[in-house]
């Protein structure tokens, strides 16, 4: 079954039956409609606690409390229903009297070709040395990663807590071994790529010549907005977006309370980027670092939304901090002092 057809399944569920009926025959606790959204509690940790944690919003179910990720609707009927992934297509399929071909052997097939054929294809693009186009990460590649807080992050601040909510972790062995690893998610949720940090010394790095930040096997970073994923409810909740050059800024202010926050993961400004903030329908506040390259990034990403979006830029320069200074070098403070001086 395709990406479109299964978009086209989950629009005629919405059409006929709506989310919220959908939601209520399997039996999911405290459905409630307010505005264009469904909320309930979330099926998958069960969290009572929350009534509205778990909200459906443009395609999706997000849980908001815990599991701090997407969820697509064959993902929900699986859990409430106890189906496998074909038992779920077909269930929605018949309740919308829609026929659908689907082969469970031809699934078995392509889920055991998954791997080999993604890592053939990170394989040729290597040896061309350009990056490819993007392909969702196979499991398996986080054999080589452990979830653990590495001690530089502590130093500079961060907890467990956010190592579990951006699912950081430590790659001991493997193509980025010996660095941090930071997921790279879609907005689906889905993982786009992973890029590794190295813990060595800025000097080090320096004299070595390696690079500070590796992206597995090289793949295109520049096809999403790192932290769209679990942004994306909170931006259309809250009406707006924070834009920042690099992961650390995105942390610190998940931090302080801001889960609405992405970034670019670079001073570049790609058209898949663009495309992604413009869809947003929000407003853009973009920050980028004190310093010429911070500057140039602003008047990038200005000069390619201000027309379509409603923009604005909060500006490092006006803090009395040092140069080259990010939003993660400065106090909540003076975010917030930036936050309403912007406004």
């Not at 990406?3 to 209520?24: C, H, P, R, S, T």
């Not at 509690?41 to 443009?58: K, L, M, Q, T, Y």
């Not at 990403?301 to 979006?309: H, I, L, M, Q, W």
Request: aromatic share 12%.
């Amino acid at each position: 079954m395709t990406d479109d057809q299964k978009k086209e399944l989950v629009a005629k569920v919405e059409e006929q039956i709506g989310i919220a009926d959908l939601f209520k025959m399997l039996e999911m606790s405290t459905v409630k409609i307010k505005g264009d959204n469904v909320y309930c509690v979330c099926p998958f940790h069960e969290g009572a606690d929350n009534p509205n944690g778990f909200a459906w919003s443009n395609g999706f179910g997000f849980c908001f409390t815990q599991c701090n990720r997407k969820y697509d609707l064959f993902d929900i009927v699986m859990r409430m229903k106890g189906y496998d992934f074909p038992e779920a297509i077909s269930f929605l399929a018949d309740l919308v009297g829609v026929d659908i071909e689907f082969s469970r052997q031809a699934a078995t097939v392509s889920d055991g070709l998954e791997n080999r054929s993604f890592l053939s294809q990170l394989k040729r693009a290597k040896s061309k040395k350009k990056a490819v186009e993007w392909t969702p990460l196979p499991n398996t590649v986080f054999n080589d990663i452990e979830p653990v807080l590495h001690s530089m992050l502590r130093k500079e601040g961060f907890d467990n807590e956010v190592r579990e909510y951006f699912n950081l972790g430590y790659a001991r062995s493997g193509y980025l071994e010996g660095r941090i690893t930071v997921p790279i998610d879609y907005i689906d949720g889905s993982i786009v790529t992973i890029s590794g940090r190295s813990v060595l010394p800025k000097e080090e790095i320096e004299m070595s010549g390696i690079r500070r930040y590796q992206i597995w096997f090289d793949t295109d970073k520049g096809v999403t907005l790192y932290n769209i994923g679990r942004a994306d409810p909170y931006i259309a909740i809250m009406k707006e977006v924070f834009v920042f050059e690099g992961f650390k800024s995105v942390w610190r202010l998940h931090q302080w309370g801001y889960p609405n926050a992405v970034a670019t993961m670079g001073t570049s400004l790609t058209d898949e980027q663009r495309k992604l903030l413009l869809k947003l329908g929000v407003k853009i506040i973009v920050c980028g670092d004190r310093d010429k390259a911070g500057k140039e990034f602003n008047q990038k990403v200005e000069g390619a939304v201000s027309k379509f979006a409603d923009f604005a830029v909060m500006d490092m320069y006006k803090l009395d901090v040092p140069e080259k200074s990010s939003l993660d070098d400065i106090t909540k403070q003076q975010f917030e002092f930036l936050y309403q001086t912007t406004k």
